[in-house]
């Protein structure tokens, strides 16, 4: 335990909730894939293929932290974890916030043409996240990332003139 604590430069034991927060969003996430792409036919199968996915997935976290941990500005490793819990909640919840929004503008797929449904659907989602991006990033401890990153994202769509 040390040595992982060392590794992910864990000063105090209430930082391990991020790991073990990380490990089980993780699980869960290869679990609900493994069900979708295998189907609910072989319960066996798919616990199967959910720890292939799960071990498969973490390698390409693990992968990617090595490839970030010199180019995101966070003081510690295991504030990466939060980082990337953020960016998976807010992706999520910016879907399922799109889809009501978009119920209550009265778009439906019934009464207007399927790709027009889902790139209003998209541009609606996109919104949102750029609003949960921030908030998520302000209850996780990681307001500042997140705004730096939220600046430099809206720079690129050309909103500039929004951040003065």
Do not use: C
């Amino acid at each position: 335990m040390e040595n992982f604590k060392k590794n992910w430069q864990i000063q105090h034991n209430w930082q391990l909730l991020f790991p073990v927060l990380g490990l089980l969003i993780l699980g869960y996430s290869s679990y609900r894939l493994a069900d979708v792409l295998v189907g609910n036919t072989n319960m066996f199968l798919v616990v199967i293929f959910s720890i292939a996915l799960f071990f498969t997935l973490l390698k390409l976290t693990l992968f990617l932290f090595k490839k970030l941990e010199h180019k995101w500005p966070v003081e510690h490793r295991w504030e990466m974890i939060r980082v990337f819990i953020v960016f998976a909640v807010t992706g999520s919840s910016s879907m399922l916030i799109g889809k009501p929004i978009i119920a209550l503008i009265g778009i439906t797929k019934e009464n207007l043409n399927d790709v027009l449904y889902w790139i209003l659907y998209f541009i609606v989602g996109i919104i949102f996240y750029q609003i949960l991006l921030v908030t998520f990033g302000w209850l996780f401890g990681q307001f500042k990332f997140f705004w730096e990153f939220e600046k430099k994202m809206l720079r690129r769509f050309g909103l500039e003139r929004f951040l003065n």
